[in-house]
Each structure stands twice: as C-alpha cells, then as structure tokens.
Nanobody, 120 residues
C-alpha cells in the first residue's frame, strides 16, 4: 500500500513563501510521475505542478514563475516551493503519485492534503 505524507502547509501573508513536502512510502523513482494538486472551496481539484520520472515538469499557468516542483533523492522527497503567494493560492494541496505497471495500466495515489492559507 502506497502512502504519501505531506507537510509544510500553513498561514502566510501575501507575497510570502512556503515549501510543501511529500514523502512516499516507496522510492520516488518507482512512480511514473509525482504531482501537486489543489482544491479550493467551490472548485474541482486542479493540477498545480507535476514531475515525471524522465524529469519533465508541467505547471499550471497561474503558478508559472512562482512555484517550482523538485526532488531531493537523498531524502526521497518531492517539494513544491511556493513563492510570491497570492490570496487565490489558498487551498488544500494534495500530493499525487502515479505508478505505471505495464502500458495502459496505471495506479494513482493521493495524500491526505495540507492546508495553505494566504491571508493578510
């Protein structure tokens, strides 16, 4: 059973920074991709940033230039560095891991989420 442990959320002022961490129970290299999603009140869960096992990254347009997804192999951790935070960034952020067993067969795993609140 894959578990994803998230941390790093909290309350920050506009313009501030946070770094979210996601530690999977298995090696980060065992996953096809890892990603961060958000769910704000009244909204569907949306992709924020993703990184594949080929080191390709994708970002939502709203966070490009402000957020960075990265890996620390020694700590087996995926990070989301969040800079220049805005009020609209307030949401619960979820870590996602995607495992591909064979072509066409994938399993998706989710963490419990960590709350990010941007408020003055």
């Amino acid at each position: 059973q894959v578990q994803l442990v998230e941390s790093g959320g909290g309350l920050v002022q506009p313009g501030g920074s946070l770094r979210l961490s996601c530690v999977p129970s298995g090696s980060i290299f065992s996953f096809y991709s890892m990603a961060w999603y958000l769910r704000a009140p009244g909204n569907q869960r949306e992709l924020v940033a993703a990184i594949t096992n080929s080191n390709k990254t994708n970002y939502a347009d709203s966070v490009k230039g402000r957020f960075t997804i990265s890996r620390d192999n020694a700590k087996n951790t995926v990070y989301l560095q969040m800079n220049s935070l805005k009020l609209e960034d307030t949401a619960v952020y979820y870590c996602n891991a995607l495992k591909q067993v064979v072509t066409g067969l994938r399993y998706s795993y989710w963490g419990q989420g960590t709350q990010v609140t941007v408020s003055s």
